[in-house]
């Protein structure tokens, strides 16, 4: 997907030259990156925006030592509101950004606690409290195997569970900026993506906001359209099941009503004030339309600087994905449950009978363990 020329995210928010802009600004500003997960699990019961669910982007990285010490570095030196977030965190909050580590990083992070909080001019303690809120936003793998492919020359022993975790999951890359990555062929994002990630996490939110209100707002307001036709039409049938010199009687008094100038004006009040409840329905549409186009144009522009930082896509075998979706998943999952979720990933099988092989797979790779309900779980 490629972004207009010379545009930018930010640019995109100057395409608000209409007449609800302000209205925009607020709506915009009001909707946090964080109801992500919550709007896509609504909009997944909306089947008339499930297609766009789809569409989305997520980035999933091994992070690196080095950008967790930035990390906790920022929250112990820099940050000045307790409920600050970078926004790495922000994207990852919004499962925009999946971030994957090998165990190996929680003893690495631990031994060097210490010398993080001497250089932020805070305390072991302080770093220790931080390391255990932002682990929180971390899915731990232990690799299965720390070797390279053959002929690649290991340049750091201590960066092979982060290349293994990658590989064995199925990751984009690993996030760093350490250069022995490239060195070793692993896949790496070594320039900062995190401004593109929030930018797209923000653009997605609101406008899947946006798709949701509109799809209420019409549903409240053609309901309640509706709701007013069965009134007429009842009362229509109760005037055809009248007497007809009674129906006459009826027919010429409202002849008469019309006549009548009081009457009139009655009847025009009657309409105004319709048309007075419509009006906000089709401005809360329009509304929703063209926020719609805004974060559109924003989540264009978002993605394409996002994927020209990704390396090329690696083909993930069914082993890979089961690996990934019972980590994030962290429960016990049925073999269709995993099925239908790597069918939603995009993984397409050949075999014949595909939960025959699914179990075959995770039985061999002595990496899951199966309860008593036949449910896995990555050990």
Known sequence: MESPKNLTVKDAGTLEGSPLGGMQARLASAIRSDWLPMLQEISSQIPELAPFLSEYLQVRVVIDANVVHKEL?????????ADARTRLEEAAIAQVLILFAPTHLDSEIQEHLAEIAARSGSTVEAAEAEWKQFRSRLHFYTPRSLSLGHGIAV????????????????????YSRDKHFKQMKAPVISVAIDASLQSYSRATTVRLAAMVGSTFTITVGTNAIEAAGRKIGKAFQFFRRLHPLLQIAILAGLVLAFTNRNLRKKFAEFFRLLAKFARPVFEAVLLMAEQFQIESMKIQIAESEIRALLPRARKRSALTHARAICLLRRKPMSCAEIETQMKAEGYVSSARDFPAYLTRILRE?????????GRWSLI
């Not at 340049?155 to 690993?174: K, T």
């Not at 790779?365 to 309900?373: G, I, L, P, T, Y």
Request: a negative charge; charged letters at 25%.
């Open 73 to 81: 570095q920022w929250r112990l030196q820099s940050r000045r509101k």
């Open 155 to 174: 340049v750091d022993p201590d960066d092979l569970p982060y290349i293994a975790a990658c590989h064995e999951l199925g990751a984009h890359a690993v």
């Open 365 to 373: 790779s002595a990496q899951f363990n199966e309860d008593a309900h």
